[in-house]
C-alpha cells in the first residue's frame, strides 16, 4: 500500500528537521509531505534548503486546514494509507509500521497512537489528561465508540477516511471530531500503544486555563456533530 507522512508545522524550527530524519531512519519507504502553515520563524527556509516535499500554504489555516490540505494531497496522489505526524518531535517514528498494520490487513479503517494503553513515556499533565478522559467518555455515550486516547494527533487511515477527511475536517482541534467523523461514517477504529515524548521545540496551541476552553469547546462542538449526522449503516 502507498502511505503517507502528514506532518502539520507551525514555527516548528527547532524541531522539524530531526522529526524527518526519525522519519526517514525508521520508515524509510514511507512517503511524507510537510504542510508549513504559514510559519513566521525560519521553518520555510529549513525546509526549503533541506529540499523537504513540502507544502506552504499562504495564509495560517491552523491545525485543522493544515491536516485537511495534507489529507486532498493524499487523495490527490493516489495514496491508500495516510499517517497524521506532528512536527513538534513529540510523535516517534518506531511507531509508524505499528499504525499501519492493521489497515494493512483490513482490521481498521482508522488506526490512533495511544499514549494510555501501556501508560509508557511522556503522559500529559494533570488537567489534559482530565480533559482526555472526560471528552472520551462522551464519545463513548454520543456514538458507542470507545478512545483512550482522543486527542493523540499521531493516526492512520485508510483510503475511504482519507476521502472523508478531505471534504470534510474540523478546523479547531479537530482530533475528537475525527473519531466522532470516521465512526458515523462507518469506519472501524483500533488504538494502538505508542510511547511519545514532550514536544521539543515551539508551543503547544492548548495550556493552562485554555484546558477548560477547549474540552467545553470540543464537547459543544461534538454533541453538535452527532445530532445533525447520521450513522452510515454498514454493508
Do not use: W
Not at 502528514?6 to 524527518?20: G, K, V
Not at 514536544?199 to 461534538?222: E, T
Amino acid at each position: 500500500m502507498r502511505t503517507l507522512i502528514i506532518i502539520p508545522a507551525y514555527n516548528e524550527q527547532d524541531s522539524i528537521l530531526t522529526t524527518i530524519e526519525d522519519i526517514r531512519q525508521h520508515a524509510p519507504d514511507v512517503d511524507y509531505v510537510v504542510i508549513n502553515d504559514c510559519s513566521t520563524d525560519n521553518t520555510k527556509a529549513i525546509l526549503k534548503n533541506a529540499g523537504i516535499n513540502t507544502v506552504n500554504l499562504p495564509i495560517n489555516l491552523g491545525i485543522g486546514g493544515g491536516v485537511q490540505t495534507g489529507y486532498q494531497y493524499a487523495l490527490e496522489n493516489g495514496y491508500d494509507i495516510a499517517i497524521q505526524f506532528d512536527g513538534d518531535g513529540q510523535h516517534m517514528a518506531e511507531y509508524l509500521h505499528d499504525l499501519m498494520a492493521p489497515i494493512e490487513r483490513g482490521e481498521a479503517n482508522v488506526t490512533i497512537g495511544s499514549r494510555f494503553i501501556k501508560k509508557e513515556g511522556f503522559q500529559s499533565s494533570a488537567l489534559r489528561r482530565f480533559g482526555i478522559v472526560f471528552l472520551s467518555r462522551l464519545i463513548k455515550m454520543l456514538c458507542g465508540v470507545r478512545v483512550h486516547d482522543v486527542t493523540s494527533g499521531m493516526r492512520a487511515v485508510d483510503r475511504q477516511t482519507i476521502a472523508l477527511f478531505a471534504e470534510d475536517y474540523a478546523q479547531d482541534y479537530p482530533e475528537p471530531e475525527a473519531i466522532v467523523a470516521s465512526n458515523l461514517a462507518g469506519a472501524t477504529i483500533m488504538e494502538v500503544p505508542v510511547q511519545m515524548r514532550e514536544r521539543q521545540g515551539g508551543k503547544s496551541s492548548i495550556h493552562s486555563l485554555k484546558s477548560i476552553y477547549y474540552m467545553i469547546k470540543v464537547s459543544i462542538a461534538l454533541v453538535a456533530y452527532r445530532i445533525t449526522h447520521r450513522r452510515v449503516k454498514q454493508k
